[in-house]
Structures are given as C-alpha cells and as structure tokens.
C-alpha cells in the first residue's frame, strides 16, 4: 500500500446533519468513507454518517460529471431541445456572467415592476448554504436577489409547520424530546428515514427502553414497521384524529386531570374573550384580562398575585377590545370566557365517534390512544437535567410531510401543539419541542429569539397587514410579504413563501394580480425543480422561458437542460467550508455539545472544477463588489463576524483574499468565539481535527425555562391575532378587487374547526371537469432515505441500497384493491390524474389502505445520468401546478404532495423502449 490517510470531513446533505466522518485516501484517490469514531463522545451517533455520505466517493468519481465550463450553443430551450453545450475557459464564463451582472447594475437592480432582475434557487431544506462557500457574501453585496422561486422545498415539505411552529414556540422544525419521551404518537412523521442517522439511533435506544409509539399514516412505512402500532387513516384527516383526542382530554377526562399550572401560568388559557372574538382589555393598560379567583374581579393578565380562573364565563365591568386596524370597541358588564372554555366549547362536538366516521379508524382505538396518551403525561414529575430540576412529560405528538403542510395543516399543527400544552409537555423534557428557528434570528440559537412582546407573549415578527404597512406591492415572485403574514421577512422568508405561485403567476396571473416578469439572469444550485416540483412537464416548459440561467451543475441533468452557462463546482470532498454543528438544529439534532465542523479537500478537484470560495470571489472582483463582499465575509457572511471580544481576524477589504486566508480568519474566529478566546485555532489545525466544539447543556433543548425566566406565555390555545390579521388582509385585499384568495383568508380562526380536507381534492377532479369516481385512489409518496431529495439520484450506490427496501421504484398498492381490479405483482401500471400520469410496476402489500397507492420519492428522469434509465414512477408527474393547483394552496401559501389517481394496467408494447428492463422486487 502506498501513501494512505484518514481525513475527517462531514455530511450534510439533508437537513438532519451534519454527520461526522473520515475519507480514507490512497495515493491521492478516495476510497471510501467511514465513521470518526473521534467524534463518539460528540456527536450523538457516536461520530457515524448515514447511508448517503458513503455514495460520496462515486459523487466524486462520477464519470458523467460535468468538468469545465459549458456554454450553450442553441438558443432554442425546451425538453426536446440539444443544449448543444461546449466547453469555456473559466475566464470567459465569467466574464460572460460578470457582463450581464454589470449590465443589470447600470439599468437598476429591480425592473420595472419592482422585482429584482436577478433570482436565485437552492435546494433542499438550506443545506446547499454548507456548500456554496462564500457565495451567500457575495449575493449579499450584490443587493436584492428573488428567492422565491423554490423547487419544492418549503411549499411541499413541512411548510406549515415551519411557520406555526415558530410562532407558537420556536420551532422551524419540531421532533419529540426522544431520550427523556415514554409514548410518542406519529401522524406520518417517517423519523426512521428522515431524521437521519442521530434519529435511528435515538429511537432505536428508546425502543430498548421501551417506548411506545403508535404510528397513524396511510400505509406501512419504514417508521411504521418500527413502531409499537400502527393506525392506518384516511389520508388528509389525521387533524380529525388529533381534535377526537383533544375532545377526550378537555371533554370527557375534564381539566382537572391536565397540567393546570402550566396552562394558567405559561399559556394564554385563563385570557378572557370578549363577545366580538377579541380578548377583552384593561381599558387603562390595555392589557388582556383575567379572572382573579382571589378576588372575584377581572385583572390584567400580569397583576401580582392574582390566581387566573381556567375555565368559565364572567361578568366583566368595564372592558375594551382591538380588533383589525386599531379599532376599539368598549364594553359595559361584558361576558367574557376563558380561552380554555372557548377551546372546550369548540371541541365539545369532535368525539372519537364522529372522528371515527371521517378518518375511517375506530373510535374506540381513538380514544385509548388519547387516554394512553394522558396517562404516560407524569403530570407533576419532575426530572434532573444537567443539575436543573425540571418538569418531566414524556408524552409528544409528531408529525410528518402532508400532514404539517397544505390544507388542513393549521389545524393539525393546531392540534399538535394543544395536546402538548394540556399537559404540560410543550418544550420540557420528554415532551414536544421545537429544534431551530430560521423566521427569527439569530439562526444558531432560537433560545436567543425569545423576547417580550404584546400581551404577555413572546415578540412576533409577522408581515404588517395595517393599511399603513401592509406591502401591496409584492417584493417578490411569489408574493409573500403580500399574501402570507406568518412568514415574516427573514433571509429565508421568500423561499418559504408560496413559491409554486410564483412559477404559475409568471404564466398567467390571477384577476386584478400583475403578472410578474421573468428574472434577467437565474442562479440555480443543488436543485432539480423540473423533477423536484409538481406537474414537472407544464414546469419545464416555464423553466425554459427563462432569459438566462447560471447552473452550478455536477452533471447535467432536467434543469440545467435549460440552462446558458454549466459552472462546476468543487463537490463535497473537494471544497472547503466551515459550519456550524451540535446544540440544537433541525430534526432530532439535540447535541450535549456546539461547535463547528470543517469541510475540507480530501482530494484534488475533478478537471476544471473550482472551490465556491474561488468562483464567489471571482465573481466579486469581476463585477466591482470586492469590497463590499469581503465586508460582508467580515460580518459573518462566511459563519460569523471575523472580529469579537479581544480577537480580530478582519479580511482586507482592498484585495481579493485567497480561498484558505478565508477560511483561516473563520476557523479562528470561531475557535475563539467558542473558547471566550482562550484558544484559536487556524485551517490547519482545524483540518487536523475536523471539528471543534464545547459543552452545551441540555437545559437549552427546552424552551419553556426561557419563558419562565422572562415572564412569558405560549400564545395558546386562542389565537386572537390570527383572527385580526386575518380580517385586516382580508380588508387589504379586497380594496384591491382580489377575491382570489378568500378560500385562504377563512383560515385565520381564532380556533380551528373541521372542514372537509380531503373534499377539496375531490372537488379539484371536478373543477378539472372529472369525475371522483373516475380516480378512486389517493395518489400519496414517501421518502426513501437513501435520497437527499433527488441531489443525489444519479448515484448507483444510493440505488443499489435502497433496493432492499420494500415498494422502492415502483407503485405500492393494496393486494386486495390490485386483485379487485386484477392486477399481478410486478404488473405495469400507469397512474392517472386530471393533470398527468406515470408509469411503473407494482409492489402489492398487505401495509397499505386499499384506497392508496404510494410512489416513493422523485423520479422519472429524463436527462440526468444513471437515474434516467432507471424508469421509476413519479406523484411529482400527476400533481396539479396549474388550474386547481390555486384552491390546493393553504393560508400558509403551502400544498401537499396528494392527488386523487386512478391506476390501469399497460400492456409492455404500450411502454417506451427502455422500460422493458425488469425493476427490482
């Protein structure tokens, strides 16, 4: 053996990492990948990566990569079009992007219509950002950027979630606190395949000590066949399920058995309603109002020692509301109900026996999972966490993709939260918490984000609906400070907005809507939307109309089809970048340490490929924006500020710096941050070590210690301001003759009530001039987790794994549903809807509601190498972004990847040719 090594790096190419791991290297070549076993007491899968980072060493080696810059040759875009790329020097390419960047400067940055000329598309979940090196600084100095035309993310993956959950509790994404929880219920939350390796590992340790968790989803996933039980419901009616479960707690076993003190003292439960819907006020303070029980007279909330009544109605003297626009309405010897009654009241009518009518689960099966749930709850146990005594709940509710976004996910999310608050298992151990925030900063630590606000609650940085405020005209392509106030204005706002709106607005706008123009030049990186999206055939031909597109590419693929210019990047073993890792990020990503991870070249980039850090640098001094990037990598554009207490490793700012003295100045810095400046370490040490990190306790997993400190309370159960600013949009829309979006303002209630979530579906066949007869099946899709969202598709490896797990590439489907319409395993099918279909085998299960089929991740290629030829199915093929695709949107600007299908079999010479190769069983 000739010259070897081990060289630590990580992986972070799905949202539940990053993963420690090491490159074993022979003579300059990678040869595989394998743990950092020195990572064990660190990270908390013991330094392990899961099964994507070991497809890493084919990544690099790929033979289809693309390994200089392209430039097209024919100016006709289209599916059926040859790009006819040939190769350019780097000099030339970005000269050429840097020509038409300056280009745009001297015209102005936004065009005519207000919105930026230049648009940029990452892929899945924000990782492409531990990627892409400095490239944020630089988009950053270059100004106003569109981000709002996604490629999935956000709008098909946890949308609602995302934003409610970080209203109501900080929680961009929420899991169980799995290590300290005794019973979990999972509403299709498949945390076995998406929540990596930390997760399996997490859960595996608590099926050893004998957690229960009953899994309630359509058909049997990885998780299910993981999981204590398994419930099969109707799909889209998993919030019915959750307001049975409610009605039991609040309804039948009564408040007395809940947390009490936690909801008088940490919720807004004991708030009173005045008669208009709105709390009733102090009328000197204007402070919502309470009950005293020691003194028999309403006070404001926050008075000493006053003892706030949970439930009932009561005579209020003198009273004022504020409903939308500031308006005042005072009242004389009010009613006024607790929040708390007014939920009681509105759950009274959804028992286990009507919920068993829609979700087509028993009602006896509903209620014994809401007592189990109540009895698991501890209530008045404690638990001692890092020396710290806390309250110990060790009961969650989770959920999953299609439950937590599109219709009916305010009410699940809803749902979700109260049965956490109830009994006091809302951000304490063992209970329902929420990992990071990205709607509020700063990003690294949501802790951090908790600040006083109105009426007792936590600051909320909703977009302004007043008349003074409110942003009539949208700042960007999908609208969302215009149309969705919960998504506030953050960095990462426009790409959770509704970004499937932005690509069909830009192919036909609704009534009294301007059609937004197409950006000058498109950015796209890690990202697939002409597979990714819904509806991808009307999608590439949107996607073709663009003037001109910049791909970052590692191989060819649907998209970057269309693109004018392919740039290679340095792939994942070949860069360099520093991010951050451990406390608390994302799912199931609670460390008992913080730090940082380096990314470092194992191995010499492929060809002409170039390190992000070089190719934003460049772009930089090309276009005149030197100093202001380099000022913004000062800033912390890069990671962090480059200057702190007692350090200073500032970058100057009248030369271009070289990719290392970058990367040096952030690894010092933040050694130094985390040290308090008792140790700094530069990029080689670093790369010696991979990582560096400080203890964290685990007290700062659990929000609800930082609410105690300061005073606050969670805005539940009542949500008196999603009643307002629904009225107030609402006011502003309509004065400009959009009605468009009614559908969606009937969403901000001040408590949710059941409609009929999967009739909308039913009636979207019929407004497409169907029948919902004719499409009898739920057309549903899970993920598999040897994907990271289709960035790494094209890699035999991840195939090959994935192989081994059940219905992958092909249609699953109920025997008994299949043999009723006498269908074979193995059988080709094709699956219809109004507005698609997709072809592939059969995969007949017992696991499966006879009313669903389930096509399992993003395929159906038609460019990018290896996945091509693989002829799997797609749901992404027969989902609606046109038309109905409107009506499918939710408040939140979010849908869901279901559709109503129907399935018949196609006969072999009916298949296009490739099709004939057998996919596995």
């Not at 998209?559 to 792939?571: G, K, S």
């Not at 850090?613 to 005149?624: Q, V």
């Amino acid at each position: 053996m000739g010259n070897s090594r081990s060289v630590p790096s990580y992986c972070f190419n799905c949202v539940s990492g990053p993963d420690f791991l090491r490159v074993r290297v022979e003579d300059g070549v990678a040869r595989c990948i394998e743990p950092n076993h020195e990572g064990a007491d660190v990270h908390p899968a013991l330094g392990r990566p899961c099964v994507r980072a070991y497809g890493l060493v084919q990544k690099t080696y790929n033979p289809h990569r693309v390994l200089t810059p392209m430039k097209r040759s024919n100016p006709k875009k289209g599916r059926d079009e040859d790009p006819g790329f040939v190769p350019i020097s780097w000099d030339e390419a970005l000269d050429i992007v840097a020509a038409r960047l300056q280009d745009i400067r001297a015209r102005g940055l936004l065009d005519e219509q207000g919105l930026p000329r230049v648009a940029a598309t990452f892929g899945h979940g924000g990782t492409p950002a531990s990627y892409m090196g400095t490239l944020p600084a630089f988009l950053g100095a270059w100004g106003p950027v569109d981000y709002s035309m996604g490629s999935g993310q956000g709008v098909k993956c946890t949308h609602s979630e995302h934003l409610y959950g970080e209203f109501w509790h900080r929680g961009f994404t929420v899991c169980a606190d799995t290590p300290n929880a005794r019973y979990i219920v999972a509403f299709g939350a498949n945390v076995e395949v998406t929540g990596g390796v930390c997760a399996v590992k997490r859960h595996a340790d608590a099926r050893i000590r004998g957690v229960k968790r009953v899994y309630v989803e359509p058909h049997l996933s990885v998780t299910g066949g993981c999981s204590s039980e398994w419930v099969p419901i109707k799909p889209k009616t998993d919030p019915a399920f959750m307001l049975a479960m409610i009605h039991v707690l609040l309804c039948e076993a009564g408040v007395a058995r809940l947390d009490t003190a936690f909801l008088r003292e940490r919720t807004a439960s004991p708030y009173l309603v005045g008669p208009d819907g709105y709390y009733l006020r102090d009328p000197q303070t204007r402070k919502p109002l309470v009950w005293d029980e020691r003194s028999s007279v309403a006070v404001p909330f926050d008075t000493p020692g006053a003892q706030p009544a949970l439930e009932g109605c009561y005579t209020v003297a003198q009273a004022l509301t504020q409903g939308p626009d500031g308006e005042v309405t005072s009242f004389t010897d009010a009613p006024g109900r607790t929040g708390l009654t007014m939920t009681a009241d509105a759950m009274r009518e959804y028992s286990p026996e009507w919920a068993q009518a829609i979700c087509d689960v028993p009602a006896a099966t509903i209620r014994r999972i809401a007592l189990e749930y109540l009895e698991h709850a501890c209530i008045g146990q404690t638990i001692v966490i890092d020396g710290r005594t806390l309250p110990h709940r060790p009961v969650a509710v989770t959920l999953g993709k299609t439950v937590n976004n599109g219709w009916g996910a305010f009410e699940a999310c809803w749902s979700r939260t109260v049965l956490a608050m109830l009994v006091g298992a809302l951000e304490v151990p063992g209970g329902t918490l929420g990992t990071t925030v990205r709607l509020n900063k700063p990003h690294d630590n949501r802790l951090l984000s908790v600040a006083p606000g109105e009426d007792g609650f936590m600051v909320c940085n909703f977009n302004a609906t007043t008349p003074e405020q409110w942003q009539a005209k949208p700042t960007g392509r999908n609208a969302h400070r215009t149309l969705v106030p919960h998504v506030g204005h953050s960095p990462w706002s426009q790409a959770l907005g509704p970004t499937h709106l932005a690509w069909m607005f830009m192919r036909e706008a609704p009534p009294n809507w301007p059609q937004p123009s197409f950006p000058e030049i498109w950015f796209t990186y890690r990202t697939n939307p002409a597979i990714a999206f819904w509806q991808t055939d009307h999608l590439t031909e949107t996607i073709a109309r663009m003037p001109f597109v910049v791909a970052f590419a590692y191989t060819q693929d649907e998209t970057n089809h269309m693109a004018d210019l392919l740039l290679p990047e340095a792939t994942d073993l070949e860069g360099t970048q520093l991010i951050r890792c451990g406390g608390t990020k994302f799912i199931e990503q609670a460390w008992a340490h913080r730090g940082v991870v380096l990314r470092q070249p194992v191995v010499q980039p492929q060809g002409e490929a170039r390190d992000f850090t070089w190719i934003a640098t460049e772009l930089a001094r090309r276009t005149g924006l030197l100093q202001g990037y380099v000022e913004r990598i000062n800033k912390g554009a890069a990671l962090l500020p480059l200057k702190g207490e007692g350090w200073d490793f500032r970058l100057p700012t009248d030369e271009a710096p070289e990719v290392d003295a970058i990367w040096d100045a952030v690894c010092k810095a933040a050694s130094a941050e985390l040290s308090g400046g008792a140790e700094v370490l530069g990029l080689d040490a670093m790369k010696e070590r991979g990582y560096y990190t400080v203890p964290h306790t685990r007290v700062d997993w659990y929000l609800t210690p930082t609410m105690e400190a300061q005073g606050l309370r969670y805005e539940l159960p009542y949500q008196e301001r999603l009643l307002r600013i629904g009225r107030e949009l609402e006011r502003r829309l309509h004065g400009q003759g959009v009605h468009w979006w009614d559908e969606q303002l009937r969403e901000y209630r001040a408590l949710p009530a059941w409609h009929d979530v999967p009739g909308l579906w039913e009636q979207a066949v019929r407004d497409a001039g169907g029948d919902p007869a004719d499409y009898p099946f739920w057309g549903i899709t899970t993920k598999s987790m040897q994907y990271s969202s289709g960035n790494n598709v094209g890699i035999p490896l991840m195939d090959e794994v994935a192989r081994n797990i059940r219905g992958h590439g092909r249609v699953i489907m109920n025997a008994g549903a299949a043999r009723t319409l006498g269908l074979a395993d193995g059988d080709w099918v094709e699956i219809e809807s109004t507005h698609g279909s997709t072809r592939g085998q059969l995969a007949l299960v017992q696991g499966c509601r006879p009313d669903t089929v389930v096509i399992p991740g993003q395929f159906q290629h038609w460019k990018t190498p290896f996945a091509k030829d693989l002829n799997y199915p797609s749901l992404n093929a027969v989902t609606p972004m046109s038309g109905v695709a409107l009506q499918l949107t939710d408040a939140t600007g979010s849908g869901a990847d279901i559709v109503r299908v129907r399935v018949r079999r196609v006969l072999p010479d009916t298949l296009p040719r490739r099709a004939a190769q057998e996919v596995p069983a």
